[in-house]
């Protein structure tokens, strides 16, 4: 979800009053200009710093015809229409779209007769990030697997008939309305398989699952069990019906995925200010100002009757795909904030690492170590990597320097006195442990994800147009930052099979400021970037077998006609930086989830609520992606991109 827009219409369920960091400690950063280490020493040592501002597009477009990209497809303009677009000799094939149906007894997609019923058996709204996990488990098939795929959020105005445009939309629904949209968030699990060259669901499926806001689901880990996650529907605290607001996640090293639980803040209401807890939901966004009616259709959202009701949301949540039977788990121990992703990695030592990043203007990047080891031999048993390790939060010094402090009970702050008994009340309110650790504020963390080929852990951070000239650091070197940038994570050790992703320190470096070279201020490429190869607003990444990074954008400059899309670049030697256009959403629509099959000959993308600009509605939407068919609105859909007649994508 991308809280950038300013427009009550755009992306809806944030406004402007919404538009705000919620984060009181992102005041006085570092201050002192940037400039210096914006000759960036990656850039510069690879002997690329670019002076875009300087050069003519014209000319880096010639230099890009010669340029020194790994990459060999024709980049694609920029544009912006009804449709998607991908390079020459490549197709996109549409796999599955909002309300395609999963269960053999789903009914077929209506969009005039949308029932909870129906949509908890159909493929999700909105998807988000999307995993690969080959068939059979722990094989490394390319043409048959389960895709696991996040639903992030409803756009109740593209949904449903009569509700007008916008955010607002969303606060008319009916309660049968919304109970659809309960049904349409949490996650779908899909067998899909490649036969003669085209990507198929496998229809009825044993696989086949969908999980909503209303699956039962279990709490785990030091926090499971507080009275704070106790409610009247469950005094144990630790049972709680469904995940929302899933953004971006993971896999886990055994075949499971972790599903990160973002916004959960928007779908409660109620006057959360008269609370015991008022600061703390103040901290974390909840207030009265709900983007969804559900506060006055169902207790549970409405914090007035049901207070403790958000604290079991804004967890990661791992669920086995192989086992359609098994129980979802909210793992507190990797803490409770606005979670964007969970991308894990085995360290050296054997320690399971899992990086993640809170996606709020001014808030943090974090990462979680297991204590014990992951044992390959003993797949079950890995789960509880995730309940019994260490918590720590990211200061990017600005020595280059990255300092992970850890949120332990009894450490440093984190005492009675300052509202922790526990490492329970920690991991719930993580937000202000993080405060008074002085973390430092980012421009909206999105994935936060190592990269297997080179070591480094790429941070994506989308934007941050709050971000005052006395606030800036060098990590986070722009004030307005309309475009965001994305921050390289170096763990010590001599290269990547020896990284130590443990490690209490780490050095960091700009990998690239987003923005048009030239127009933007700052904006910072690769020198041979092309006119079409820059990007605004980088959300979420994935690699490549070769290394390279593939960035999905949300929130691009559509006055500027430039749609979201998928960008590619190197990110080591003579191409590194050098982004080029690869993919272009339909209008309104942004890129999620790139993930790649372990060929590296499929790329899946998640294209989230196409349709989504202002004044779209259920009867007039601004595209009518992916079916184009009169009375059918817009659908969001994971979309296959294959080379035709096979080969890696991206060459
Ligand atoms: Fe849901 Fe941070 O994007
Ligand atoms: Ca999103
Ligand atoms: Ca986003
Ligand atoms: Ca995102």
Redesign the pocket.
């Given at each position: 979800?991308?809280?950038r827009h300013t427009t009550a219409e755009a992306h809806l369920p944030i406004d402007a009053s919404e538009d705000v960091g919620v984060n009181p400690s992102s005041a006085p950063s570092i201050g002192q200009l940037i400039e210096r280490r914006l000759a960036l020493k990656g850039l510069a040592a690879a002997g690329v710093l670019g002076a875009l501002a300087s050069m003519p597009l014209g000319r880096q477009a010639m230099a890009q015809a010669a340029g020194p990209s790994s990459l060999a497809f024709k980049e694609i303009p920029h544009s912006l229409d009804t449709t998607d677009h991908v390079p020459e000799g490549y197709e996109r094939q549409v796999m599955v779209r909002w309300g395609d149906r999963l269960a053999a007894d789903a009914p077929a997609f209506d969009p005039a007769k949308l029932t909870a019923a129906g949509q908890v058996k159909q493929f999700g709204y909105n998807c988000?990030f999307i995993g690969y996990l080959p068939l059979p488990r722990g094989s490394q098939n390319s043409a048959h697997g389960l895709l696991v795929v996040n639903h992030?959020?409803t756009n109740s105005n593209l949904m449903f008939a009569g509700l007008g445009s916008g955010r607002t939309a969303n606060l008319k629904t009916s309660k049968e309305q919304a109970k659809v949209e309960l049904a349409a968030h949490g996650v779908s699990i899909v067998e899909i398989k490649r036969v003669k060259g085209r990507w198929q669901v496998v229809a009825n499926s044993k696989y086949n699952r969908r999980i909503t806001g209303q699956t039962p689901m279990r709490l785990s880990g030091p926090a499971a069990g507080h009275a704070k996650l106790k409610t009247s529907a469950d005094p144990t605290g630790t049972r709680v019906l469904g995940t929302l607001?899933n953004?971006?996640g993971g896999v886990t090293p055994w075949g499971t995925l972790l599903t990160a639980e973002?916004?959960f803040n928007g779908y409660f209401g109620g006057d959360a200010a008269k609370l015991p807890e008022a600061e703390a939901y103040k901290r974390y966004g909840i207030s009265q100002n709900s983007w969804y009616g559900w506060a006055s259709h169902f207790d549970r959202f409405n914090v007035e009757k049901e207070p403790n009701e958000p604290h079991r949301f804004g967890w990661v949540v791992e669920i086995d795909p192989y086992e359609p039977a098994s129980t979802p788990v909210k793992h507190t121990g990797l803490g409770r904030f606005?979670h964007?992703g969970a991308h894990s990695i085995v360290n050296k030592d054997g320690r399971l690492v899992v990086y993640q990043?809170d996606?709020q203007r001014f808030d943090y990047v974090y990462k979680y170590v297991s204590a014990a080891k992951y044992d390959a031999a003993n797949p079950a048993a890995n789960s509880r990597l995730l309940d019994e390790g260490t918590l720590f939060v990211a200061q990017f010094a600005d020595d280059g320097k990255v300092i992970w402090m850890p949120l332990v009970h009894g450490q440093g702050p984190l005492i009675s006195e300052n509202g922790f008994a526990s490492q329970a009340d920690i991991l719930i309110n993580t937000r202000k442990a993080a405060d008074l650790l002085k973390a430092t504020p980012m421009d909206?963390?999105?994935d936060v994800e190592p990269n297997p080929v080179n070591g480094r852990v790429y941070v994506t951070l989308?934007n941050n147009a709050e971000r005052k000239t006395d606030q800036v650091n060098k990590a986070n070197p722009r004030a307005a930052n309309a475009h965001g940038h994305v921050v390289e994570i170096i763990p010590p050790g001599n290269g990547p099979a020896d990284m130590d992703h443990a490690a209490t320190e780490a050095r960091w470096d700009i990998f690239l400021l987003a923005g048009k070279p030239g127009v933007d201020a700052g904006a910072r490429y690769h020198r041979a970037t092309s006119e079409h190869g820059w990007l605004s607003c980088p959300?979420?990444c994935a690699f490549d077998a070769k290394g390279r990074i593939w960035i999905a954008t949300?929130g691009a400059p559509t006055a500027a006609d430039v749609a979201d899309g998928l960008y590619a670049a190197d990110t080591t030697g003579k191409g590194r930086a050098l982004t080029r256009l690869f993919y272009q959403a339909p209008t309104g629509a942004?890129v999620?989830g790139p993930c790649f099959t372990p060929d590296g000959k499929t790329v899946f993308l998640a294209i989230q609520h196409p349709g989504e600009d202002p004044g779209s509605t259920f009867e007039t939407p601004s595209t009518r992606w992916p079916d184009f068919k009169p009375g059918m609105p817009p659908r969001p859909s994971v979309v296959a991109v294959v080379r035709k007649g096979g080969g890696e994508i991206g060459g």
């Open positions: 979800m991308d809280e988000d992030e959020y607001n953004c971006a973002e916004n606005k964007e990043g996606d909206r963390p999105e989308t959300d979420n949300d942004e999620c």
